[in-house]
């Protein structure tokens, strides 16, 4: 069974940076492509970024374009989000998926506060 851990969330100033971290186990990490979700209060989980199970293809949201960068460590299988830039609008829990055919897992989140 698939587990999924992120770490690194916290209260950041805006402009202000983190790194989210996402630790896996319990699946063969290079088959699967992994993404970071977030979900707002009150507001739909929606995608962040993507990385492909190789690591050479990544999307993002246009929201995030230029300021998230999202990659993957595949001996520590890991997936990590930069954040630079943060604004008030990033405040959200932050959550890490791993998808691989019809299989899916997902972490429990990590919060994201964007405040002064």
């Known amino acids: 069974q698939g587990q999924l851990v992120e770490s690194g969330g916290g209260l950041v100033q805006p402009g202000g940076s983190l790194r989210l971290s996402c630790a896996t186990s319990g699946f063969t990490f290079t088959n699967y492509a992994m993404s970071w979700y977030r979900q707002a209060p009150g507001k739909e989980r929606d995608l962040v970024a993507a990385?492909?199970?190789?690591?050479?293809?990544?999307n993002y949201a246009d929201s995030v374009k230029g300021r998230f960068t999202i990659s993957r460590d595949t001996a520590k299988k890991t997936v990590y989000l930069q954040m630079n830039s943060l604004k008030p609008e990033d405040t959200a829990v932050y959550y890490c998926?791993?998808?691989?055919?019809?299989?899916?897992?997902w972490g429990k989140g990590t919060l994201v506060t964007v405040s002064s």
């Open positions: 998926k791993a998808e691989y055919a019809w299989m899916v897992y």
């Open positions: 990385i492909s199970s190789a690591g050479g293809s990544t």
